[in-house]
């Protein structure tokens, strides 16, 4: 019994060992990346209200994909959350590792870590803003050549799609992918916009209309652990989905390390 407490234990210092060396090298030099997020980008867990005291808190990276022009028109309302299945070409598609014979033939080939370049509160983010005011001056044009009630309901979801687009939405834009870190790191260097992070990808090939896409299924790191001295700036605070607040309640500076991970380094709530 003892022999077996003793490799239990032996496995867990091991394992809480490799840990901690990992973070300390990821956070060793300069960051990669530095950013000042808000609620917008970093979310709260749904159940944050029933939780007694929020020790062990970890906050969610929510990020997105530019839309599609082709998804709403004059007649449907602008939609912020799209498909995360990004058009690439076949040239793209090799210079990340992909072989396109087996996309064609293989409709489950396996996801591969990739390196995600992100834009933070910039032109992909004002691009997206412009598309939901061109949509809510349609649906409101519509509205008043024909007060009807489908019209007016149309106008009102445009209009809240634009307010939540400038208010609430994220921020955090994936631009491209790469199969190496070099790739990305030369192209936006001096932006501090920029971050580069790692995140996994499986391509496939659409049949209708005949092209190749990259479906982005989630970063490596979706979540971010909130540091103990920081818990108290959470207190009392609910999940967005559970209250009328639009405003952003908190903003954390994040930092991205060696190994491209991020960890908070100061937070400040923005509300009582």
Known sequence: MKKYLFIGLTILIGTNLA???????????E?????????RELALPYNIGSQKENSGLSLSIHWRAPSKTSQYDGHNPY??????????????????????????????IESKELYWAFEFDGALHQAEIKKAEASYQRALSNYEKLPNKENNN?????????????????????????AHYEALSSKYANKNNIVIVKGLAQ??????????????KHLSVRKIMVPSK?????DRLKSKHSTNSTAPRYTADVHWGKRLEP??????????
């Open 79 to 108: 939609y912020t959350y799209n498909s995360r299945d990004i058009k690439i070409s076949k040239d793209v598609l090799l210079a990340l590792g992909f072989t396109p014979e087996d996309v064609l033939n293989n409709n489950w």
């Open 19 to 29: 840990v901690l060396s990992g973070v300390a090298y990821n956070r060793m030099d």
């Open 230 to 234: 920081f818990a108290s700036h959470f």
């Open 154 to 178: 149309q106008k009102q979801r445009s209009r809240k799609a634009l307010n939540n687009e400038k208010t609430m939405n994220s921020r955090l834009f994936f631009i491209e992918a790469a």
């Open 31 to 39: 960051p990669t990346a530095q950013l000042t997020l808000t609620e």
């Open 263 to 272: 960890w908070i380094v100061d937070v400040k709530r923005l509300t009582p």
């Open 203 to 216: 391509p496939h090939f659409d049949e209708r209309d005949k092209h190749y896409q990259l479906q982005l």
